[in-house]
């Protein structure tokens, strides 16, 4: 099994909609990371926490909110989904004080795609 | 401000040795990673340079050199599997110890 698990993995949505991905990991990692990725843009960060309670904004999060619900589990939201927001969501995780400072483990991935 | 450069596109043949420069402006700097991504796939980390000097891993290889806010990934004896985007990602200082993503290299890998 993957250590870091997200859902849906492809999503086709509709303008308006609501939409969640969510994402769990068995790594134990304190820090959850959402990424963007569009084609020929990279991975922009939306949002990152450092524990439950902790939650900041990354570069793009205009659109987006999140939920940290457990220490495993870190939940992205789009309240009314976009055209624009179809993109591929990777979460990751990181620890930097037990591993090397520049190493995030990704998700596979969830790809959403809005009509 | 931040900056990020690198090469959109790279193509070598099997067997060959390529390089992939990076050049970055970031506040803060903290260090540099590198990763890989294949087509549809999931980012993985290939290599951290937190000082100045050359890291090996195998047959790949990162250096840094703080001092030009450069950069670059050496991957050796190239197979066709080494054909996948790759990202070099500045890391700034601080708690948060964030980790920019430039556009990436697409390595074209030919028989």
């Known amino acids: 099994d993957a250590d870091v698990t997200q859902t849906p993995r492809n999503r086709i949505t509709k303008t308006g909609k609501r939409i969640m991905l969510e994402c769990s990991q068995t790594k134990g990692h304190d820090r959850m990371y959402w990424y963007r990725q569009d084609p020929g843009l990279g991975l922009r960060l939306i949002y990152y926490?450092?524990?439950?309670?902790?939650?900041n904004k990354g570069e793009i999060s205009d659109g987006y909110s999140v939920s940290r619900q457990a220490q495993a589990k870190f939940s992205l939201s789009l309240e009314s989904a976009i055209p624009n927001q179809t993109a591929l969501y990777f979460c990751a995780t990181s620890a930097p004080t037990s591993g090397s400072p520049g190493e995030l483990f990704f998700g596979e991935g969830s790809r959403l795609t809005v009509l | 401000g931040q900056s990020l450069e690198q090469p959109s596109e790279v193509t070598a043949v099997e067997g060959a040795i390529v390089q992939i420069n990076c050049t970055y402006q970031t506040s803060g700097f903290y260090g540099l990673s590198w990763y890989q991504q294949h087509d549809g796939g999931a980012p993985t980390f290939l290599s951290y340079?937190?000082?100045?000097g050359l890291e090996e891993t195998g047959r790949f290889s990162s250096f840094l050199s703080r001092s030009d806010s450069y950069g670059y990934l050496l991957l050796q004896e190239l197979q066709m599997k080494d054909s996948a985007s790759y990202f070099c990602?500045?890391?700034?200082?601080?708690?948060?110890?964030?980790?920019?993503f430039g556009s990436g290299t697409q390595l074209t890998v030919l028989p």
């Open positions: 340079n937190g000082l100045d």
């Open positions: 926490s450092f524990d439950v309670k902790d939650i």
């Open positions: 990602a500045p890391i700034s200082s601080g708690s948060a110890r964030q980790l920019t």
